[in-house]
C-alpha cells in the first residue's frame, strides 16, 4: 500500500531537486524522496549505534608499508563476527584495494572500520552503510 502525501518546496529548491534527479536517473520524484528518506534513515540508525547495519569498508594503501597487512589481516580476526567476506585487488605495483563486508551492531562496525582506515600506509578508506537493521 502506498500513501500519498503532498509537499511545499521553494522554487530554486524544486529546481535544484530535479536536476538532482535528471543526474541520478531516477523515473520520477517519488522514487527520489523514498531513496532520500531511506537513506537519511539508514544514516540516523547507524549513527545513534541502535540496532545493526550492513556495510563495506574500502582501503587503498600501500602495499610495501612495513607489518601493513599484518596489522590489517590481525584487525580482521579480531573482528571475525563482524565480517562477511573481503576481497583483495592488486591496483598497481604499489597499491592494493581491500573490501570488507560487515555487518553486525553498528558502534563497532564503525569502531573497526576507524581502527583499519587510521592505520598508517593507508591511503584511502571509508565505510559506506549500505542497510540498518541488519539481522544476523
Request: with cysteine; proline share 1%.
Amino acid at each position: 500500500m502506498i500513501t500519498r502525501f503532498s509537499t511545499a518546496l521553494e522554487p530554486d529548491l524544486l529546481a535544484a531537486f530535479d536536476r538532482f534527479i535528471k543526474r541520478h536517473g531516477y523515473r520520477n520524484r517519488s522514487e527520489a524522496v523514498r531513496d532520500l528518506i531511506r537513506k537519511n534513515l539508514v544514516d540516523e540508525e547507524w549513527r545513534s549505534a541502535r540496532g545493526s547495519v550492513v556495510g563495506v569498508i574500502s582501503l587503498v594503501y600501500a602495499h610495501r608499508q612495513h607489518s601493513l597487512q599484518d596489522r590489517l589481516t590481525d584487525l580482521q580476526h579480531t573482528a571475525h563476527d563482524l565480517i562477511i567476506s573481503t576481497t583483495h585487488i592488486h591496483l598497481d605495483r604499489a597499491n592494493c584495494l581491500e573490501v570488507i563486508m560487515v555487518r553486525g551492531p553498528a558502534v563497532r562496525v564503525k569502531a573497526l572500520a576507524d581502527s583499519l582506515i587510521t592505520l598508517r600506509g593507508v591511503r584511502h578508506g571509508g565505510l559506506t552503510i549500505a542497510a540498518g537493521r541488519a539481522s544476523k
